[in-house]
């Protein structure tokens, strides 16, 4: 069996993908869970538990895509799905699956993968363990903003107390999250000095390139949490923070309220949640900001009009 997830796996792909293989190898299967961990979420896999990518499919195996359409294979990461011929098993809940794999779980209304892979190895009937149960926790409070999203439901909070019964770590997984390197602050200096206020704050943005890691002794993964940061802007109703390769452009988006940050980025070639999206686009930043900036104002457009609509109803 090989399990795989999304490309620049988060908190809910790595949990997903370390819960499941975790108790199938408890079952006694043999699972391979190619990964390339961020160093932020290295704390948490055991030396071996995740392998490189493969470059040859295992004779006979089965594909189970956690946290990602596996329709999307430029998206999943570890293997090629292109080359693959056998059956593929899906677990995801965003909106945008198509619902092609063979089989699967697809529950755009679940805040977070880790909650399908709980419930299916619930029904596989595993022996519950702090191992199995931790880094399901760790996808559960990533994908919620520790609990604080708009997606929280009240099966989310049934689904943290089952895996606080099964021994999950809350404490030690946030204890590890907070803590940064020292090239994280550095380059966030940077980043701070590229924000811009736009559509009279409701639009917060930012930048970084290759010049700016270079200058702080960063990488690419000291990015990923600053969009967050750039959501917890007073009166932003959506967060995009811009990654600039050159010629390829990678932007996160957060948003809050009425705003679709998952509009968004479909409008853009990607997709994600609604409050929480992405998408690559070939093309260098002046072209991609003048596409991002009609998409942003399509979005806010669709909104105001539903407002004001409603407003002359009442």
Do not use: C
Request: net charge negative; no cysteine; hydrophobic share 45%.
């Amino acid at each position: 069996m090989v399990i795989l997830s999304h490309e620049n796996p988060d908190g809910d792909a790595l949990g997903s993908l370390l819960g499941l293989t975790r108790a199938l190898r408890d079952l006694g299967k043999t699972v391979v869970a190619p990964m390339d961990v961020p160093r932020y979420l290295r704390f948490l896999p055991a030396p071996g538990e995740t392998s490189a990518p493969l470059t040859v499919w295992p004779e006979g195996a089965l594909a189970v895509v956690v946290d990602v359409d596996n329709n999307d294979p430029d998206r999943v990461a570890g293997a090629d799905l292109r080359q693959f011929r056998g059956e593929v098993i899906n677990l995801d809940h965003h909106g945008t699956n198509q619902r092609r794999a063979t089989a699967g779980v697809v529950d755009p209304a679940q805040p977070a993968a880790v909650m399908i892979v709980a419930d299916v190895l619930s029904e596989l009937g595993v022996t519950w363990t702090e191992q199995i149960a931790t880094p399901l926790m760790l996808g559960l409070i990533t994908d919620t903003g520790s609990f604080r999203f708009d997606s929280v439901t009240p099966e989310t909070f049934s689904s943290a107390g089952r895996l606080l019964a099964h021994g999950a770590r809350l404490g030690w997984i946030n204890d590890q999250m907070g803590q940064q390197p020292r090239a994280y602050y550095l380059l966030l200096r940077e980043v701070l000095d590229t924000m811009e206020f736009l559509r009279g704050g409701r639009v917060v943005m930012a930048r970084v390139d290759a010049a700016m890691l270079a200058r702080a002794g960063a990488s690419w993964e000291d990015v990923e949490n600053y969009v967050g940061m750039l959501r917890n802007s007073e009166g932003a109703e959506l967060a995009v923070m811009i990654k600039d390769f050159g010629e390829r452009i990678k932007l996160s988006l957060r948003s809050r309220g009425g705003i679709s940050a998952q509009n968004v980025a479909v409008a853009l070639g990607g997709g994600g949640h609604v409050s929480a999206s992405g998408a690559s686009l070939s093309e260098a930043y002046p072209a991609m900001r003048r596409r991002l900036e009609h998409a942003i104002e399509a979005e806010l457009e669709r909104v105001d009009g539903q407002g004001a609509s409603v407003a002359a109803v009442n």
